[in-house]
Antibody, heavy 118, light 108 residues
């Protein structure tokens, strides 16, 4: 199984754009038939699927976030990224990157906490 | 969008006992694309079961999943100390891959 590691700022100001990167190791992001996904989890709450990208670059997003989300893949760096615009306090959460089939997470990164605050 | 409802919210059991967790979907889950995850405090979720009944790699056989359509069950045959955690179900066959609210299995 591949390993995944999230990175990015832990603090984002309201109305700004949250940007996270997931680095994949132990395998090529271009091989296999995995989707590369982002999930999030506010403290003490449940899990939410944000969106996914395939190695071809095709994407799918949660309709509740679609207007603010962009997920992209950089096969040369074995990375994929999340951008979430116009953030508010309700976007404060632990963000996880994952690999998996369909809309599920087979392998998970350890997560990175993003706080939206001025 | 399918809404998943898990019950009970909390299950208080002793090590060695059997745990039965329920997940009910508001719409039929296509092709039994139903997964179960385990999440321990401060850790990322871990995939336990996919396809309603297939164990993920490395998952002990005390974990089993069953069900189809709208009703699914996760059973832990004999609870080990490391099994006390929160468990989530997820339908992953259609966007947006919705989760249940979780069942906490705690030590009695």
């Amino acid at each position: 199984q591949v390993q995944l590691q999230e990175s990015g700022p832990g603090l984002v100001k309201p109305s700004q754009t949250l940007s996270l990167t997931c680095t994949v190791s132990g395998g090529s992001i271009s091989s296999g038939s995995y989707y590369w996904s982002w999930f999030r989890q506010p403290a003490g709450k449940g899990l939410e699927w944000i969106g996914r990208v395939y190695t071809s670059g095709s994407t799918n997003y949660n309709p509740s976030l679609k207007s603010r989300v962009t997920i992209s893949v950089d096969t040369s760096k074995n990375q994929f990224s999340l951008r979430l615009s116009s953030v508010t306090a309700s976007d404060t959460a632990m963000y996880y990157c994952c690999s998996g089939y369909y809309y599920r997470g087979d392998s998970w990164g350890q997560g990175t906490l993003v706080t939206v605050s001025s | 969008e399918s809404v998943l409802t898990q019950s009970p919210g909390t299950l208080s059991l002793s090590p060695g006992e059997r745990a039965t967790l329920s997940c009910r979907a508001s719409q039929s889950v296509s092709s039994s694309y139903l997964a179960w995850y385990q999440q321990k405090a401060g850790q990322a979720p871990r995939l336990l079961i996919y396809g309603a009944s297939s164990r993920a790699t490395g998952i002990p056989d005390r974990f089993s999943g069953s069900g189809s359509g709208t009703d699914f069950t996760l059973t832990i045959s004999r609870l080990e100390p490391e099994d006390f955690a929160v468990y989530y179900c997820q339908q992953y066959g259609s966007s947006p891959g919705t989760f249940g609210q979780g069942t906490k299995v705690e030590i009695k």
